[in-house]
């Protein structure tokens, strides 16, 4: 089975189980990196995930698995290896990527609402990079940002195009009066 | 069936209900005589320049009767596009009634796919816009009222 792995703020793989099995044991990948195969419906943290259990690296890291460990949990009872563990991963906030927005955005600039369809696109395509680089308050942010301009331009988009056949029809009317 | 799933395939059914009887609709115009219902694309009748979307219904039309290549001539990007967006509308539409039965992508979506995608997309406004061969095959052909949109 295919499985692909986040790795320093990039997506890697595939790579069989027994190769991503080895690299967890080795501590190339850590226990709150993300993880997935076609099977699984999200990303998830390897040392949540049962076929890996057995190649878990001899640590308490596996112990608490709260969403935000380093946030959540006081410092004293913050083992420093989980800290560690967790800094540099890109999968650092636990969370899944938000949605990109980017094929609703090609849509809607398909659909002729151009001028506000430009920043939905260029907003979508700022979601992934901030995600791998492990700033997930940005990624949000920017996913935001594509949904809101993706559903003015739709809006906006319509409005225009139904006072244009509005008019239309007044013209066909004031034809057919004549 | 909760009375929420039950909503959104009735929400469901009705959009492509719609869907279906505009399309009925726009099988049977004339776009040599096109009712001055159909919309104009307001981009081009204020630039005068095509808009990646331009073309649309000239290209939904011949899709609609079977002219694959009559659909490319009139927006090839668009046509290229849609076996995929419907896959995403599909993929969408399941995460909204059923969530259970949409698996994640084959493939996980990397950023050079993204940018691929939408280089390929600005390079197509660009390259329609051009007055020339080969690249004027991309804009729309007047067949008919250059305002369709």
């Known amino acids: ?178 | 069936m909760t009375a929420a799933s039950t909503g959104r395939w009735v929400a469901s059914g009705a959009a492509l209900a719609l869907c279906g009887s505009l399309a009925l609709w726009l099988r049977r115009v004339d776009l040599a005589v096109p009712p001055r219902f159909l919309p104009p694309c307001v981009f081009h009748e204020l630039t005068g320049l095509y808009c990646p979307g331009c073309g649309n219904t000239r290209a939904a039309h011949a899709l609609l009767h079977g002219d694959v290549a009559g659909a490319l001539r009139q927006n090839a990007f668009s046509v290229i596009a849609l076996p995929f967006l419907v896959y995403f509308v599909w993929r969408a539409w399941l995460g909204w009634v059923a969530p259970k039965l949409r698996k994640p992508l084959p493939i996980p979506i990397r950023q050079w796919h993204i940018v691929a995608v939408v280089t390929l997309f600005l390079l197509f406004f660009v390259l329609r816009n051009l007055p020339f061969a080969p690249f004027d095959w991309l804009a729309p052909d007047p067949v008919t009222r250059e305002t369709v949109g």
């Not at chain 1, 999968?91 to 659909?111: F, K």
């Not at chain 1, 002729?112 to 997930?136: E, H, Q, R």
């Not at chain 1, 308050?137 to 139904?162: D, H, M, P, R």
């Open chain 1, 1 to 178: 089975m295919d499985w692909y792995y986040a790795n320093n703020g990039q997506q890697a793989g595939p790579v069989s189980q027994e190769q991503l099995g080895e690299l967890y044991r080795n501590g190339t990948v850590k226990p709150f990196d993300l993880v997935w195969n076609e099977t699984m419906t999200e990303w998830t943290p390897i040392g949540k995930v049962d076929a890996f259990a057995s190649a878990a690296p001899a640590s308490p890291v596996l112990e608490p698995a709260p969403a935000q460990p380093a946030a959540a949990a006081p410092e004293s009872e913050s083992p420093p290896v989980l800290a560690a563990a967790v800094a540099p991963s890109p999968a650092v906030s636990g969370q899944a990527e938000p949605p990109t927005y980017l094929w609703q955005s090609i849509v809607v600039m398909l659909l002729c609402c151009l001028p506000l369809g430009i920043p939905a696109l260029v907003f979508s395509t700022k979601v992934k990079p901030a995600y791998l680089s492990g700033d997930y308050n940005a990624a949000l942010e920017a996913s935001k940002k594509a949904k809101l301009f993706c559903i003015l331009a739709l809006v906006i988009g319509f409005v225009v195009q139904a006072i244009y056949i509005a008019i239309n029809v007044f013209v066909v009317m004031g034809e057919m009066s004549k």
